[in-house]
């Protein structure tokens, strides 16, 4: 080979490489399955959509411990409760217990509009007088040091008015100061995580903090854990997602290598043919990476899906060898086949990007972007890589 021809070959490997250090330094993978809703126009769908992601209710976490006596549970419900609440993965911890620091400190401007009392009463000096002579007794009496710390910052206890309006007709029983269910048989927490719902990474990270504590505060061995809710659900389906995308994808890939081998009797043309896969993923994931920064895994899950068709290029030009034919001049031939058909598609994937939905717009910049890479690579470096026909492939038995 001259220095001509081996500049030429070495030029994609440093373009390869050249992208996968881009790819390395710069990609960011997200889990935030919002990516993949529609993108909110106005206030009230901004609102809908932050609230059913990340809002209180998609946070939220149901907490159960078992297979303890009652009383060993509700021990190792307030312990865990106490670790929870100083661990910034959490942001609410409730297991029954009454507790004047439940409602968050960041509603406390806001007590009085929540508050009932200025429904039927005037925010004048006789009332707070009043109310600041009513504390001085409270303060007196045996719950004073549960209200101490309470008063410098609401004398009125509009707070308590608050929470007491809160109340639901029917609560969970308690036994020990704690929530059991109706059994009796399980002592319940709810937490609400610091991670939004629709982040199955960060809820994946909070319940591995759920259960390190758990294993640090339970009473006793025997007691068990179990988490349930959004979070738990998104990481559970992740996991599952995972697993069979793994298992589907370790399957594909061996039998495709085995009718490649079955098909063509040569390893080598097993490692020709991955060479466009490879170029499509390098080139997709280095687009979405240019263009979006954060990538969802579920666009590089799907992305590498739908790439496989880029396998079909080497495999055209494969089976339309011909005994003493240059690999060229077979790519010449088929060429405007192959280009219509990586036109077609890509134009397919282009209906994504008016979607208005974010993930799909990344989809659709890698698949395109990837199969424009995948066809470029067998057009111009494959037959570089190739010697002319030996055999007509197309008229071989697959078994001899």
Known sequence: MNLKGA????????????????IHARLRISGDLRLFMPTPHSAAERLLLDEVSSGPAARLLLVA??????????????????????????????DGENRLDIVP??????????????????????FLRGELATREQDLASPAGTLLAPLVPRDPSLELLKVLQS??????????????????????????????????????????????????????TPATTLEVTGPGAFAVLMQGRSEHDADLAGLLDTAGMVILMLLAYRRPRFVVLGALPLAAAGLAGLAAVTLVSGTVHGITIAFGFTLIGVA??????????QRPKESPQA????????????????????????????????????FNVTGLAAAALCTRWLLPRLMAPGARDYGELPLVA
């Open 311 to 320: 396998l079909d290029y080497p495999i055209y030009l494969f089976s339309n």
């Open 105 to 126: 400190d960041r509603l406390l401007p806001y007590r009085y509009l929540l508050s009932p009392t200025l429904d039927s009463q005037r925010l004048d000096a006789d």
């Open 166 to 219: 809160w109340q639901p007709a029917q609560q969970a029983q308690t036994q020990y100061d704690v929530w059991f269910n109706a059994k009796g048989d399980a002592a319940l927490l709810l937490v609400e995580t610091a991670a939004a719902g629709f982040d199955p990474q960060g809820q994946r990270a909070a319940i591995d903090a759920l259960r390190a504590h758990f294993l640090h505060a339970r009473a």
């Open 330 to 365: 077979v790519l010449r031939a088929i060429w405007p086949t192959l280009a219509t058909a990586v036109l077609a598609i890509g134009i397919a994937y282009l209906a994504f990007l008016a979607s208005g939905v974010a993930g799909l717009a990344q989809l659709a910049c």
């Open 65 to 94: 411990l078992c297979d303890a006596p009652a009383q060993q549970l509700a021990q190792s419900s307030q312990q865990l409760a106490a670790e929870l609440r100083h661990d910034p993965a959490f942001k609410l911890v409730a």
């Open 7 to 22: 500049l030429a070959s070495l030029l994609p490997l440093a373009l390869a490489a050249a992208l996968g250090l881009f």
